[in-house]
C-alpha cells in the first residue's frame, strides 16, 4: 500500500463546475498537508497548504484535512481553462526541512 | 521574490559525458532540494541540504553527485550516465526550520540521455 494514494484521473469539466481532488493516506504521523499544481513541462506550484485538522480557503480554492479519516481534499470553484494542471497532494511529518511524500497526481482538464 | 531558477532548460548528453546542472535561489532559504520526475509521476526526493551540509541522500547512485558551494547555489553534477536517467530534474529551496514543508520549486532541467 502507497504511503499516499491519489486517483491520477483524468478528471474533465467544464467552465465553471465545482472541482474535487482528494487524497487518502496510511501514515498518521503526518502533520502538513500541501496541494501542489504542476502545468506540462513546468515544475510545481505551491497552491496551499494546511497543519493538522480543518479548512483554509484562498481564493476560489480551499483546502480540508480530516486526520481521523486521513482524507485530505482541494476544491476549486468557477473552474476556468487556466486552472488545466496537475494537482499533487504532498505530506509532511514535521516542519523542518525533509521529505514531502507526493500523491500520483490528478490530471485536470477544464474546457470551455 | 519567490523564484528558484534552474540552468540550462535542456540538456542532452551521451553515457560518457560529464554536466552539470545549477540552481539559484535568494530567498533566503537555508534547506536545498534535488528532486527527480519522470513524465507522469510524482517528484522522487533524490537529495536534501541544510546549511550547506549534505542531510539526506535517497539512496541515489554515485554517478549523480551534488554540491552545495554556498547558501544560495545547489549543483548537480552528472557522470556516466545511463538512458534510464532520462527526466526532469527539479531543485526546490525552503526554509530549514519552522516552514520547511513549504517547499519552492524551479522549473527543472529536462535532461535526455542518449
Known amino acids: 500500500q502507497k504511503e499516499v494514494e491519489q486517483d491520477p484521473g483524468p478528471l474533465s469539466v467544464p467552465e465553471g463546475a465545482i472541482v474535487s481532488l482528494n487524497c487518502t493516506y496510511s501514515?498518521?504521523?503526518?502533520?502538513?498537508f500541501m496541494w501542489y499544481r504542476q502545468y506540462s513541462r513546468k515544475g510545481p506550484e505551491l497552491l496551499m497548504y494546511?497543519?493538522?485538522?480543518g479548512n483554509k480557503e484562498d481564493g476560489r480554492f480551499t483546502a480540508q484535512v480530516d486526520k481521523s479519516s486521513k482524507y485530505i481534499s482541494l476544491f476549486i470553484r468557477d473552474s476556468q481553462p487556466s486552472d488545466s494542471a496537475t494537482y499533487l497532494c504532498?505530506?509532511?511529518?514535521?516542519?523542518?526541512?525533509?521529505?514531502?511524500?507526493f500523491g500520483a497526481g490528478t490530471r485536470l482538464a477544464v474546457h470551455p | 521574490d519567490t523564484e528558484v531558477t534552474q540552468t540550462p532548460k535542456h540538456l542532452v548528453m551521451g553515457m560518457t559525458n560529464k554536466k552539470s546542472l545549477k540552481c539559484e535561489q535568494h530567498?533566503?532559504?537555508?534547506?536545498m532540494y534535488w528532486y527527480k520526475q519522470k513524465a507522469k509521476k510524482p517528484p522522487e526526493l533524490m537529495f536534501v541540504?541544510?546549511?550547506?551540509?549534505?542531510?539526506i541522500n535517497e539512496s541515489v547512485p554515485s554517478r549523480f553527485s551534488p554540491e552545495c558551494p554556498n547558501s544560495s547555489l545547489l549543483n548537480l553534477h552528472l557522470h556516466a550516465l545511463q538512458p534510464e536517467d532520462s527526466a526532469l530534474y527539479l531543485c526546490?529551496?525552503?526554509?530549514?526550520?519552522?516552514?520547511?514543508?513549504?517547499?519552492?520549486f524551479g522549473p527543472g532541467t529536462r535532461l535526455t540521455v542518449t
Open positions: 541540504y541544510s546549511y550547506e551540509k549534505l542531510s
Open positions: 530567498m533566503g532559504h537555508r534547506a
Open positions: 526546490a529551496s525552503s526554509q530549514a526550520s519552522g516552514r520547511g514543508y513549504e517547499q519552492y
Open positions: 501514515n498518521s504521523a503526518f502533520q502538513y
Open positions: 494546511t497543519y493538522s485538522s
Open positions: 504532498a505530506m509532511s511529518l514535521s516542519g523542518g526541512y525533509n521529505k514531502l511524500i
